[in-house]
């Protein structure tokens, strides 16, 4: 994804408890909306990252990988959230039966595992998240691509 307005530091995530404290310090800090795109390879902390962030949030129910569903909903500091996992998609013309346009609400927490097999599909993102391995642990940066976003990475930052 190009066309970024602002990129953040790179913060080591050396075990799941610095990405899930990682996944504390957005959640303190987001008060609105947010569509989030996350990047990484299999196995990068993508999904650890997004439960971390959904029960920093307050979601009490077990956050499940939507690795078959898709897509899961939730309600986060009473707001809608989603987390999708697109890695099964071969064409974004799969996701015309999940419903997407609830995922226009300008309220709502939007994560997306895999978003570039959803391309023109989904809403544009206020943020990414990029995990990749570094030695034994990871290492993630934030990217912000509008206004909303970057409010947020500079609180972060």
Same mark, same amino acid.
Request: hydrophobic content about 45%.
């Given at each position: 994804?190009?066309?970024?307005?602002?990129? *953040? +530091?790179? #913060?080591?995530?050396?075990?799941?408890?610095?990405?899930?404290?990682?996944a504390?310090?957005?959640?303190? /800090?987001l @008060?609105?909306?947010?569509?989030?795109?996350?990047h990484?390879?299999?196995g990068?902390?993508?999904?650890?990252?997004?439960?971390?962030?959904?029960?920093?949030? *307050?979601?009490?129910?077990?956050?499940?990988?939507?690795?078959?569903?898709?897509?899961? *909903?939730?309600?986060?500091r009473?707001?809608?959230? #989603?987390?999708l @996992?697109?890695?099964?998609?071969?064409? +974004?013309?799969?996701?015309?039966w999940?419903?997407? @346009?609830?995922?226009? @609400?300008?309220?709502?927490?939007?994560?997306?595992? #895999?978003?570039?097999?959803?391309?023109?599909?989904? +809403?544009?993102?206020?943020?990414?998240? /990029?995990?990749?391995?570094?030695?034994?642990? /990871?290492?993630?940066?934030? /990217?912000?691509?509008?206004?909303? *976003?970057?409010?947020?990475?500079?609180?972060?930052?």
């Amino acid at each position: 994804m190009s066309g970024h307005l602002e990129t *953040g +530091p790179v #913060w080591p995530l050396p075990d799941e408890a610095a990405t899930a404290a990682l996944a504390s310090r957005v959640a303190a /800090r987001l @008060d609105d909306g947010l569509v989030f795109y996350l990047h990484g390879p299999l196995g990068a902390g993508k999904t650890s990252f997004a439960r971390a962030l959904l029960t920093a949030l *307050g979601v009490g129910e077990r956050v499940k990988s939507p690795t078959y569903s898709l897509m899961e *909903g939730y309600t986060a500091r009473e707001r809608p959230a #989603w987390h999708l @996992d697109l890695y099964r998609i071969a064409d +974004p013309g799969e996701l015309e039966w999940l419903g997407l @346009d609830t995922l226009t @609400d300008p309220d709502a927490l939007v994560l997306v595992e #895999w978003p570039e097999r959803g391309a023109g599909a989904l +809403p544009a993102a206020d943020l990414e998240l /990029r995990l990749d391995y570094l030695g034994e642990g /990871r290492r993630a940066q934030l /990217r912000a691509f509008t206004a909303r *976003g970057v409010r947020l990475l500079r609180q972060l930052s």
